[in-house]
Every structure is written in structure tokens, then in C-alpha cells.
């Protein structure tokens, strides 16, 4: 079963204006986190934000905040002010817990790539 | 720091031919991770090491074998490379698990199996 979902392939925006990514994810862990991760075309992996499963408040880090609806088990990246150096691919990740080991890895998405127009 | 490293960048290789991925990290992490990237399939783990000494299966670990050789270590063999192994490589680490850790990316490598 698919565990992170990113419904949008692609999106366009335009320079200065605001865009939301989406990514619906699914786990019957009461603790978990929910990372984004930004891929320039040079390849690098970058992290962006991070939101833990009992955060009350949602993340934001600079012109990135992160929607976090736990009910709906939604975690949308919400870039305010888009820029041109935005334009790149956008993975959601979740951290999925061992219960044997303890141990936790990422799991990914499959990516939105985001194109920001002057 | 340097991060995370790499080598090599870029490599193509011959169906049956052998070759091995090396990362390191100068971060003091304790986790490490090897993961392929595919157009159309985002990033899948291959194998992880929680720790120095442990090695452990990710999704798609068929084909690779890997080498936790010390804190700073983690390396990507493939023994007997077919061409559904071309790919994009990431190594990462993480200081360990708990509320707010991140995984820091390597470049990645680019490999091509003809």
C-alpha cells in the first residue's frame, strides 16, 4: 500500500505568488514525522521542514510552512512568495517506525516537480 | 564538514561487471542509508545501518549487498550489475531516530548498466 502520496506530477506557478503541494500519507503509528525534501535539477537531496505527529502547531521554516491536518492525514508544503530558484522536484517523506528494533527510516513519495514562471 | 560524500559521480558499467558505491559521512552519525532513485518512483531504500556493526534490508535490496566498515562507512556492491540497476544512488545519514531527525543527502551517482 502506497504510504506517501503525491497526487500532483507537476505544478506551475508564477514568480511572488503562493503554492501548495499536497501529500496524503498512511500509517497506524501514533508517532511519526513528515519531512519535505527539495530536488534542484543538480540532483542534491535538500530537507526543507519537518512536522512530528504530536506538533501542535504547524512548521514553518523561512517562506515554507507546512499544513498539517492529522485527521485528514494530510501534510501540504506551503511555499509563500515562490522565486525562481524554487523551481525543482518536491518529495514528502515519512519517518516509519520499527517497532522491533526502534529503528526508523524515511519512506518517499513519488515527487511534484514545480515550475516557477517570471 | 564536508557533509556527505560520494564516489564516484558517474559510472557505466557492462551487464555482469561488478562495482562498488562508497559514502561517507564526517558527521558523526550514527545511521546510514543507501537509497535508488527512479524516474516516476521517488527515492527507495535499498539497505540501512541503524548503527556501526548492523546492516539491514530496505524495499528493493535485491541485487546489492552493502558494508557498514566503520562509523564513518557505508558501501554499495553490486556483485553482478543488470540494467534494471541503472539508477540515480543516494547515500544519507542521520544522527540516529527520534522526534525531528533528517537524513543528509550525498550528491548521488549516476549509474548506467548497459
Known amino acids: 500500500a502506497q504510504k506517501i502520496t503525491q497526487t500532483q506530477p507537476g505544478m506551475f506557478v508564477q514568480e511572488k505568488e503562493a503554492v501548495t503541494l499536497d501529500c496524503t500519507y498512511d500509517t497506524s503509528d501514533q508517532s511519526y514525522g513528515l519531512f519535505w525534501y527539495k530536488q534542484p535539477s543538480s540532483g542534491e537531496m535538500i530537507f526543507l521542514i519537518y512536522q512530528g505527529s504530536y506538533d501542535e502547531q504547524n512548521a514553518t521554516e523561512g517562506r515554507y510552512s507546512l499544513n498539517f491536518q492529522k485527521a485528514r492525514k494530510s501534510a501540504n508544503l506551503v511555499i509563500s512568495a515562490s522565486q525562481l530558484g524554487d523551481s525543482a522536484m518536491y518529495f514528502c517523506?515519512?519517518?516509519?517506525?520499527?517497532?522491533?528494533?526502534?529503528?526508523?527510516?524515511?519512506?518517499f513519495g513519488t515527487g511534484t516537480r514545480l515550475l516557477v514562471s517570471p | 564538514n564536508a557533509g556527505v560524500t560520494q564516489t564516484p559521480k558517474f559510472q557505466v558499467l557492462k551487464t555482469g561487471q561488478s562495482m562498488t558505491l562508497q559514502c561517507a559521512q564526517d558527521?558523526?552519525?550514527?545511521?546510514m542509508y543507501w537509497y535508488r532513485q527512479d524516474p516516476g518512483m521517488g527515492l527507495r531504500l535499498i539497505y540501512y545501518s541503524a548503527s556501526e556493526g548492523t546492516t539491514d534490508k530496505g524495499e528493493v535490496p535485491n541485487g546489492y549487498n552493502v558494508s557498514r566498515l566503520n562509523k564513518r562507512e557505508f558501501s554499495l556492491r553490486l556483485e553482478s550489475a543488470a540494467p534494471s540497476q541503472t539508477s540515480v544512488y543516494f547515500c544519507?545519514?542521520?544522527?540516529?531516530?527520534?522526534?525531528?531527525?533528517?537524513?543528509?543527502f550525498g550528491p548521488g551517482t549516476r549509474l548506467t548498466v548497459t
Open positions: 517523506a515519512m519517518r516509519e517506525g520499527n517497532r522491533n528494533t526502534g529503528f526508523q527510516k524515511l519512506v
Open positions: 544519507a545519514s542521520s544522527e540516529g531516530y527520534g522526534s525531528g531527525y533528517e537524513q543528509y
Open positions: 558527521m558523526n552519525h550514527n545511521s
